[in-house]
């Protein structure tokens, strides 16, 4: 460390250094006794907060907080352990929850391109890949929080370790927060401890108690982004195992289509999984938190309706009426799926379609546009990679990310009820955020 970062405020002289890979933050288990902005949670939010606020105002002092001993690891174990960092493209009708005009305006606030300038700039260049997804050259997680890391040396962050926040208490000249190592007292505080998803991370809904304690109102929270579980006399997923195919999902609830989504889904030994899986996880399940009836059904051809696929089947009975069913509905899903599907539907594949009756071919349209997924369930928080729900937008301003309930207090991040689909939308919620907190963090007196 040099004499100018040791002279930074918030700096302690004297603090133990750690490794994390080729980074050497400003790590210390040592508590200040005050500072001018304490961040509770060194995740993806948290770490952006800390640095923005410091990029913002090198007068300002920060302790960033964390109950791990080494933090980061939901960035560590993100995008398999690749970390897709952001997206090409990202808009509010990519999230769900809190107002869309609130994520709108967050949103436009830190767009995914300067997400990319600031990696560059902190020595992590990133490539993009396939639906707009950003992930680094190295396609390394770990380069991408030592960057960060090093980036809080750089601005003269205090990262204290192994202090979990246990309350935040509103006192006259800030805050008083309790931590498992001590109390320190802070003019502003930020809430980044994240929601309930990966609770071995430390991510275990903390943070959102302490919301609620301060005033705040919390939706209630589910799992996000996490796998489906099926029936397990369900004779598909079980035969299907391992096999992925592009589909498109529908969830009903009380007998009405709420959602469709398209994309790849996994067969797996418990049930679905993939991305369209994952993103339709959270609507099931807020369905289900609701106490609404709600199924989901498969639709093996894009997203055609019945009538065109039962039309498409009668014509290649006229062009192709040699060709068997079988042989014919491997060229539409893989021949695995296919045999799977006929022997559920208890029809002979080496039927030619010249012979195909009227009343099978429909009876195959019509498993081919909205087949039954019989989900009993998730995986739940310990595979979800994202919580939905939590302090509602309504009370935060988007300007600022300050509490409309509690001021001085900031919140940031999945601490909110906003969750992404899968792509790296959850991961720039988390930059857009931490980069309004920080850029007003660091205005005013502390």
């Known amino acids: 460390m040099n004499e100018e970062q040791r002279s930074q405020p918030g700096c302690i002289a004297g603090r133990m250094q750690t490794n994390f890979g080729d980074a050497t933050p400003a790590l210390s288990r040592n508590l200040p006794d005050t500072c001018g902005v304490a961040i509770a949670g060194a995740g993806a939010a948290g770490l952006a907060t800390a640095i923005f606020t410091r990029r913002s105002n090198r007068s300002r002092s920060v302790v960033l907080l964390d109950g791990a001993k080494k933090p980061g690891a939901k960035i560590l174990v993100s995008g398999g352990s690749r970390c897709n960092v952001t997206n090409a493209a990202v808009a509010d009708v990519d999230f769900w929850g809190g107002r869309r005009s609130i994520i ?94 990966l609770p071995k991370s430390g991510s275990d809904g903390a943070g959102l108690e302490i919301a609620r304690r301060l005033g705040h109102t919390i939706v209630p929270t589910t799992p996000a982004l996490t796998p489906l579980l099926l029936a397990d006399d369900d004779e598909i997923h079980r035969a299907l195992s391992g096999v992925a195919q592009d589909v498109e999902l529908s969830i009903w609830i009380d007998g009405a289509v709420t959602e469709r989504l398209s994309g790849a889904m996994l067969w797996t030994h418990f049930g679905a999984s993939g991305p369209v899986a994952l993103n339709m996880s959270r609507h099931w399940l807020r369905a289900d938190l609701a106490g609404r009836k709600a199924t989901i059904t498969v639709n093996f051809c894009g997203g055609a309706s019945f009538e065109e696929v039962d039309r498409r089947w009668t014509e290649l009975a006229v062009t192709r009426p ?125």
Not at 161 to 176: C, K, M, T, Y
Not at 396 to 421: K, Y
């Open 104 to 197: 709108r305006r967050i949103l436009r606030a830190f767009p995914p391109q300067r997400t990319v300038g600031f990696f560059h700039e902190i020595g992590v260049a990133l490539h993009e890949e396939a639906d707009g997804k950003f992930f680094p050259d190295s396609n390394r997680a770990r380069d991408v929080l030592d960057a960060l890391l090093r980036e809080l040396n750089t601005t003269g962050v205090t990262l204290v370790a192994d202090h979990r926040v246990l309350e935040i208490v509103p006192s006259s000249n800030g805050f008083r927060i309790v931590t498992s190592g001590g109390d320190l007292t802070a003019a502003r505080v930020v809430l980044a401890t994240g929601g309930r998803s």
């Open 322 to 446: 040699r060709a068997s069913i079988g042989h014919t509905l491997a060229t539409i899903v893989p021949a695995s799926a296919a045999r799977a599907l006929l022997r559920a539907l208890g029809i002979d594949g080496t039927v030619t379609l010249a012979h195909f009756a009227g009343h099978a071919r429909r009876h195959l349209a019509h498993a081919l546009t909205s087949w039954p997924l019989p989900v009993i369930g998730a995986r739940g928080y310990n595979y979800a990679e994202v919580t939905a729900g939590g302090v509602t937008l309504t009370e935060i301003e988007p300007a600022t990310m300050e509490s409309r309930i509690c001021p001085g207090l900031f919140l940031v991040g999945e601490m909110l009820d906003v969750d992404g689909r899968i792509g790296g939308f959850n991961f720039q919620w988390a930059w857009a955020t931490g980069h309004i907190a920080g850029a007003s963090l660091g205005l005013g007196d502390p």
